[in-house]
């Protein structure tokens, strides 16, 4: 069980803005800022989101990030089928000597 | 660019020792980075393992720590990973990685910028 909460399935189709939740606590998302990966089949994860709502250069705008108390969302404008992929969300917790946890991941379905 | 080359042995025997090797490559492991382990059994989500600084500095995943050590050796540039008394639940994909690990007034910002392509580990007898 992780300790960050996501859905673990949401789609959409071409064009559409889907977005995925990820629920955590005070001594993670609360405290702490929001990294979001995405994972494509058979591949390694590559950095999507850091920092709540930055985009590493080469990231398309329209993946969006945002953090409100102790939830982040992901937010995806334009739904292409190469977006079809696993996400998921990261943080520091600040627990027993700190360490880093991530979601269970959203697998992404393009109809 | 920085490039994150893993290897090591594709197969353990249960009650054994994981050992794998993390080689980076375009860069010095020296610089102001930290470098993580993540792993993903088969079909499941990821998981930190733990991670590294130059100096030796280490922080491990509070479920992982009795059985985990996380080196470093700056003479070749690498750092590696021993995962001791593996079960079947060990088997997965493990990553190597660069983060960056900062305090700010915004909490702690952990961002695991460059990723190894990965190496498949399966325990079994």
């Given at each position: 069980q992780s300790v960050l909460t996501q859905p673990p399935s949401a789609s959409g189709t071409p064009g559409q803005r889907v977005t995925i939740s990820c629920s955590g606590s005070s001594s993670n998302i609360g405290s702490n800022t929001v990294n979001w990966y995405q994972q494509l089949p058979g591949t390694a994860p590559k950095l999507?989101?850091?920092?709540n709502n930055q985009r590493p250069?080469?990231?398309?705008?329209?993946f969006s990030g945002s953090k409100s108390g102790t939830s982040a969302s992901l937010a995806i404008s334009?739904?292409?089928?190469?977006?079809e992929a696993d996400y998921y969300c990261a943080a520091w917790d600040d627990s027993l000597n700190g360490f880093a946890v991530f979601g269970g991941g959203t697998q992404l379905t393009v109809l | 660019q920085v490039q994150l080359q893993e290897s090591g042995p594709g197969l353990v025997k249960p009650s054994g020792t994981l050992s794998l090797t993390c080689a980076v490559s375009?860069?010095?492991?020296?610089?102001s980075n930290w470098w993580s382990w993540v792993r993903q059994p088969p079909g499941k989500g990821l998981e930190w393992i733990g991670e590294i600084y130059h100096s030796g500095s280490t922080n491990y995943n509070p479920s992982l720590k009795s059985r985990v050590t996380i080196s470093v050796d700056k003479s070749k540039n690498q750092f590696s990973l021993k995962l001791s008394?593996?079960?079947?639940?060990?088997t997965a994909v493990y990553y190597c990685a660069r983060d960056l690990l900062d305090i700010t007034i915004f909490g702690v910002v952990l961002v695991f910028d460059i990723w190894g392509q990965g190496t498949m580990v399966t325990v079994s007898s």
């Open positions: 999507l989101i850091y920092s250069s080469g990231v398309p705008d329209r334009g739904l292409q089928s190469e977006d | 375009g860069g010095s492991i020296s610089s008394s593996v079960t079947a639940a060990d």
